[in-house]
């Protein structure tokens, strides 16, 4: 368990920096930036599970363990995600959902749709737009990411003979 806490901690700390740094550096203002944000999320969760799910292999854990390590993982880092989240958009950065509005606005008209589409779709995800809800889809991403890399990392990183079970001839 130890390592699953751990790595969970170092997962949500490594995704709430890399969130402080992409709204500092004011990359989530710009469509053409703000698509990094989820790719580079990804890419650290990617690594830390791996690393993680290394460690957990060499302590015995086949398959199944491996996937509810990575889980539980992710569980951990999602808390903190949900935390760092709040407050990174309402205390460090609170003009960050204002910024993500105007952003999506400007992105929509750019579009070509109409100053009333516009206000229509800004009107509907305006109860979306606040920092727990932020908050909520970062924890359920975390989640939902871990157990897909948990499942097709599992297939490569597991302990040859889990934990109590012999090898066959």
Known sequence: MKTIL???I???VLGEVWSYLFIGMGWHK????ANLFVPLVILIQLIVLIWALRQTAAEGRGYGGQVVAGILISLVASIIV??????CV?????????????MTEHALLAAGKSQAEVQQLMDMSAKMRTPVMQGMFGMIATIACGLVLSVILAVFIRAKHPSGQTATA
Do not use: E, H
């Not at 710009?30 to 930036?33: D, E, L, R």
């Not at 949900?82 to 407050?87: E, K, R």
């Not at 460090?92 to 204002?98: K, S």
């Open 30 to 33: 710009s469509p053409a930036t």
């Open 10 to 12: 170092i997962l949500g």
């Open 90 to 102: 309402t205390v460090v950065f609170p003009n960050y959902m204002q910024d993500m509005a105007a």
């Open 6 to 8: 751990k790595a969970g």
């Open 82 to 87: 949900l935390v760092g989240n709040i407050i």
